[in-house]
């Protein structure tokens, strides 16, 4: 029988979940998808000064909210937990003393100042740092005199020189000459594992058969199959991810935009659209169809294929997959999503099935679903005549207000195909008699109705306003005009 396909999220909760980490989490979704695997969610918060609870909140909230729930993990358990690795320090110690009785590792008892120095000397020597080894052979009278001074030790991997080839999913095979890896920490003075000692013995004991990460990681991945292979354990599959860059090709960083899942969220971006574009930073569609759910995304997901360079994040195409998006959108579901921004306006005169139509009226050129709270002003609130004097004050406006105003007495508001035919008849009559273009007869329409020049179809928007509303703010515009 195959191995079963494992693969894990591991965020560290010292941020809110960050855009990248949502591609790193959506590749390994979507491999698990492919393969009929199991999609861990593991918290690394061995460091837990830079840790919180909030931020271990957020990171379930966005991940949850993209669509991407874990098969096991902190909350849900699973039958390799515990899943956050601060509830698991009991485990590394014994592993580490399992190296140190092998030989590939030991106690260090260097302080902090004896290793500044050793890193000082390298600075002027100008050649790259490495542990000197003062304590690796250290006798055990001599340990034991250390430990009797209360002085605690830290535990150092014992790297050997020797060429490491690997063969990374993405990357293709990659070779390290470990002669440049100082002998590393795996445990701290303090008893905690480091991040590379604990990600190695999570993933060893929760099965995690390929670890697919982002670039930042892989000069940590010689480190970690060292060990690995002196635990005698089977090396996971990796794949490492080219990096997400702003487009002015630095790190992506808050100066470029939002970069938390959260605050895209809480800026407009629809979660299924972010999802589609984080995709796309790195993979590509065969069909060439950038549009995609996640179902297809996964269906036609290869993870060989996945580009190895960097990727930019392009805020524009963002905006405008997030524009189709929203165009396309369910017009119920896209309701529930907007309200939530129109809260600054009393929602509460129109019915659901009005505001579903003013969401759908209004929805053609916005962008962010921030953008309704401007899109839809008129329909909650009084017109401003500011940006429209001059249209309201003009010659054209003085005509056509008036008789609009006579003639909406007898629409029928239920029937958008008679306000529709008699608009039509009005631009006629106008056209006509006055010589006024058709355009000019509906801006004073608009600019009365609504106080803009451009916004949702006329014949909607007369409708929804209602008569009476519509009655009042003709009324108050030909007064304005006076
Ligand atoms: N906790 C690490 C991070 O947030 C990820 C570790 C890994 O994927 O190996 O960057």
């Known amino acids: 029988m195959s191995e079963e396909i494992r693969v894990r999220i591991a965020p560290s909760p010292s941020g809110n979940l960050h855009i990248g980490t949502a591609r790193t989490a959506l590749f390994n979704y979507l491999f698990a998808k492919k393969n009929n695997g199991k999609y861990v969610l593991r918290i690394e918060d061995t460091d837990l000064d830079r840790s919180s609870e909030a931020f271990k909140q957020n990171i379930f909230d966005s991940l ?5 729930s874990w098969d096991e993990g902190p909350d849900i358990g699973g039958p390799y937990g515990p899943y956050k690795q601060s509830q698991r320090f009991d485990i590394y110690p014994k592993y580490a003393q399992m190296l140190i009785d092998k030989g590939y590792a030991y106690e260090c008892f260097c302080s902090n100042e004896d290793l500044e120095k050793e890193h000082e000397i390298a600075k002027e020597k100008k050649i790259p740092y490495k542990y000197s080894r003062k304590c690796l052979n250290l006798t055990k009278e001599e340990k034991d005199a250390l430990k009797a001074k209360g002085i ?3 535990i150092r991997f014992k790297v050997d020189a020797k060429e490491l080839i690997f063969n990374d999913m993405v990357k293709g095979e990659l070779k390290f000459d470990t002669n440049l890896i100082g002998d590393f920490a795996i445990m701290k003075s303090n008893g ?4 590379n000692f604990a990600v190695v013995i999570d993933d060893m004991l929760m099965k995690i ?3 697919i990460r982002g670039e930042d990681h892989i000069s940590n991945t010689p480190k970690q199959i060292l060990i690995y292979e002196a635990l005698g354990a089977k090396v996971p599959q990796f794949g490492h991810l080219g990096m997400i860059l702003a487009p002015d090709r630095s790190k992506l960083s808050k100066r470029h935009g939002a ?3 959260s605050d895209f969220i809480k800026q407009g971006y629809l979660t299924d659209a972010l999802l589609n574009f984080v995709a796309l930073l790195g993979w590509a569609p065969s069909d060439g169809n950038e549009i995609k759910n996640v179902d297809e995304i996964a269906a036609d997901f290869r993870i060989n294929e996945i580009s190895s360079s960097n990727s930019i ?3 524009e195409k ?6 189709q998006y929203i165009k396309k959108m369910d017009i119920s579901k896209l309701t529930d999503l907007v309200l939530p921004f129109l809260k600054n306006y009393n929602t509460s005169i129109y019915s659901r099935k009005q505001l579903e139509h003013i969401i759908e009226v209004t929805r053609e050129p916005v962008t ?4 309704f709270e401007n899109d839809t002003y008129y329909f909650f609130n009084e017109p401003d005549y500011t940006e429209v004097d001059e249209i309201i004050k003009g010659d054209v406006a003085k005509i056509v207000l008036p008789k609009f105003l006579e003639q909406v007495q007898n629409y029928d508001f239920d029937n958008e195909e008679d306000i529709h035919d008699k608009l039509g008849e009005l631009r006629s009559y106008f056209k006509e008699n006055h010589s006024f273009k058709p355009k000019e007869t509906m801006w004073a329409i608009r600019s009365a109705l609504t106080g803009r020049t451009r916004g949702a179809d006329m014949v909607a928007t007369i409708q929804i306003l209602g008569k009476d509303e519509a009655n009042k703010r003709l009324k108050t515009a030909i007064n304005y005009a006076q």
């Open 64 to 68: 949850k909210a993209l669509g991407l």
């Open 152 to 154: 605690k030790p830290s």
């Open 192 to 195: 905690t594992p480091t991040y």
């Open 209 to 211: 058969s390929h670890v």
């Open 259 to 261: 970069t938390a899942v």
């Open 313 to 315: 994040f392009e805020y």
């Open 318 to 323: 963002l905006n405008w997959m997030n524009g």
């Open 368 to 371: 962010l679903l921030s953008d």
